[in-house]
């Protein structure tokens, strides 16, 4: 929905005050948070999944690196060509309950209980 407000927003602007707009549409973003906030987001289902908030569902998600999201944000406002366009990122897919999986693997033994099933 924002995006498409996004679009609409850019269109209903009188000739003279339309500027050019990129979309960058993430996947489930993983990787490490640059502050602890966590609000509706990617990683708020993974610090739900992680606490057993949200349950480990038969559903399988796209995943793309915070690192790549950032590049795409970079290119997008340094790459005339990007003008005008949407960009969809996501890289491996894996089921939640894999993601769910390793993050027990990396962070039981560190003395969490990461829920699984």
């Known amino acids: 929905m924002a995006e498409k ?3 609409n927003f850019v ?4 000739d003279e005050s339309k500027f050019e707009i990129v979309t960058i549409c993430p996947s489930l973003v993983v990787g490490k948070p640059l502050h602890t906030h966590v609000g509706f987001s990617s990683a708020e289902i993974i610090m739900k999944v992680f606490t057993g908030e949200f349950p480990v569902m038969n559903v399988k998600l796209g995943l793309v690196r915070v690192e790549d999201v950032s ?6 406002v ?7 366009k949407r960009f ?3 890289g491996e897919s894996m089921w939640l309950r894999e ?3 390793k993050m027990a693997d990396e962070f039981n033994v560190q003395g969490y209980r990461v829920k699984t099933g």
């Open 5 to 7: 407000a996004a679009w």
């Open 11 to 14: 269109k209903e602007l009188p």
């Open 71 to 76: 590049l795409a944000h970079l290119r997008a």
């Open 78 to 84: 340094t790459t005339p060509e990007a003008a005008g």
């Open 88 to 90: 969809i990122l996501s």
């Open 99 to 101: 993601v769910a999986q």
